[in-house]
């Protein structure tokens, strides 16, 4: 979806975020998922399956933990977040501390 005067919908969010507002979007669109704060990965299925927290962190260590929702955004992030050598973490904690919920 694009707005009508040629902003896309990651540029606007960009600009609520900056002007202090926090956003909260429930998308699968894989750019609009790389660009994200923080995720948070519903599961472990979808339906009558799903519904429990599985991740809550930044979409690089979702990627990481390779839940179901993980393995879909990786090709959209840097090569550099998807490298589990690399060892980012979240805050202070390296990835060998941050677990599945």
Request: glycine residues 14%.
């Given at each position: 979806?694009f707005l009508a005067?040629g902003e ?8 609520l975020?900056?002007?202090g507002h926090?956003?909260v ?6 750019d ?7 995720a948070?990965?519903l599961?472990p299925?979808?339906?009558s399956g799903g ?7 930044p979409p ?8 179901h929702?993980?393995k879909?955004?990786?090709?959209a992030?840097?090569?550099e ?5 690399k060892?980012m973490g979240i805050?202070d ?5 941050i677990?599945?919920?």
């Amino acid at each position: 979806m694009f707005l009508a005067d040629g902003e896309t919908p990651i540029h606007v969010l960009h600009r609520l975020v900056s002007g202090g507002h926090s956003v909260v979007v429930i998308e699968h669109d894989l750019d609009v998922m790389a660009e994200a704060d923080w995720a948070i990965d519903l599961g472990p299925d979808g339906g009558s399956g799903g519904g429990q927290v599985m991740v809550a962190a930044p979409p690089q260590a979702v990627v990481r933990l390779g839940t179901h929702t993980g393995k879909a955004p990786a090709p959209a992030l840097p090569r550099e977040a998807k490298d589990p050598e690399k060892g980012m973490g979240i805050g202070d904690r390296p990835m060998s501390e941050i677990k599945r919920a």
